[in-house]
């Protein structure tokens, strides 16, 4: 997408986009507007230090990073929402979207479209807080694709910047036919900005969408964005993918605390989206590795191959 004429924003996937691989992928690629962090929550009555850490400024400088905050309890919210205000966050995104079982199951990410007198307690909570405004990333529903209508009114409570609508409900998580029909009845109805987000894997999948929805507000990008995140660069060698890759590796290098067995194991969770076109036995000598060496050395061979990964993955939408 050489003339962008809409915004780009990454989407939040939790293990993935945390502040390393955000940096690497706008250091080295870039053509990305926004950042979404993966959502961050409370338990046992406190945030988790690890997502407090994540949204950190001094670790996301020079990029525009907007938290996410996960929670069916507004007193949860609102512990989150005063933490990242004084962090300096007057912009906060509310996850109804989260489709996994284990968060949906408890009435929290997308689990929460079904029960809109939840949604609508939260959004009170959040509204009565100055000084910060919200945007919705959500599904069209938990088990029924139109359990938006009853979400949709109860945004006037909190204006949001925008609606990030996955046309997917979460008991589909990332499988099936996407709902367009539903989409687009969603969009006519919006009184507020709406972002597309679902399945977007190249520029071209951007401008298709919205070449058919003028009046999208921005494009988010997920796990097209994961798989290569050189996405927005056309002119991307080799050598720049090596340069992101080390740089996570000298990222998480210095993040993790729980030795090279930890680090090793990040880095193969990583390679789950990361290059989807990779030969599979590079692959797997990526995930057999035991240590450092034998990681870097079949990570080393991966890399070198990565335009035909890129090529594989591409082939395969």
Not at 55 to 66: F, K, M, Q, S, Y
Not at 68 to 79: E, T, V
Request: charge should be negative.
């Amino acid at each position: 997408m050489d003339d962008k004429k809409i915004q780009v924003l990454a989407a939040p996937l939790q293990g993935v986009t945390d502040n390393v691989w955000r940096m690497a992928q706008h250091n080295v690629f870039g053509g990305v507007d926004a950042y979404y962090a993966p959502f961050m929550r409370v338990e046992r009555g406190e945030i988790r230090r690890k997502d407090l850490r994540d949204v950190d400024p001094e670790r996301n400088a020079g990029i525009t990073l907007i938290p996410q905050i996960l929670a069916c309890q507004p007193d949860h919210a609102l512990i989150m929402v005063e933490a990242l205000m004084q962090m300096g966050y007057n912009r906060i995104d509310i996850n109804l979207g989260c489709p996994f079982p284990p968060i949906a199951l408890h009435r929290k990410g997308s689990g929460m479209l079904a029960y809109p007198e939840l949604a609508e307690a939260l959004f009170k909570a959040l509204a009565a807080v100055d000084g910060v405004e919200y945007s919705v990333k959500m599904r069209l529903g938990w088990d029924s694709n139109d359990q938006w209508r009853d979400i949709l009114p109860l945004m006037e409570i909190i204006k949001p910047v925008h609606i990030a609508v996955h046309p997917r409900t979460g008991k589909q998580q990332y499988k099936g036919e996407l709902n367009m029909e539903q989409f687009e009845a969603l969009l006519a109805a919006s009184t507020w900005p709406v972002v597309y987000n679902g399945s977007l894997r190249t520029p071209e999948g951007i401008e298709a969408v919205v070449g058919r929805y003028p009046g999208l507000a921005a494009a988010m990008v997920g796990s097209g964005l994961a798989a290569n995140p050189g996405m927005f660069a056309p002119d991307a060698t080799p050598d720049d993918y090596r340069r992101f890759h080390d740089l996570l590796v000298d990222g998480y290098t210095e993040q993790l605390n729980g030795g090279e067995a930890q680090l090793v194991r990040h880095l193969q969770d990583i390679w789950q989206t990361f290059l989807p076109g990779t030969n599979h036995k590079l692959f797997k000598a990526i995930r057999k590795s035991r240590n450092l060496d034998q990681y870097q050395n079949a990570a080393s061979a991966a890399l070198a191959d990565v335009e035909t990964a890129l090529t594989a993955a591409s082939s395969q939408e």
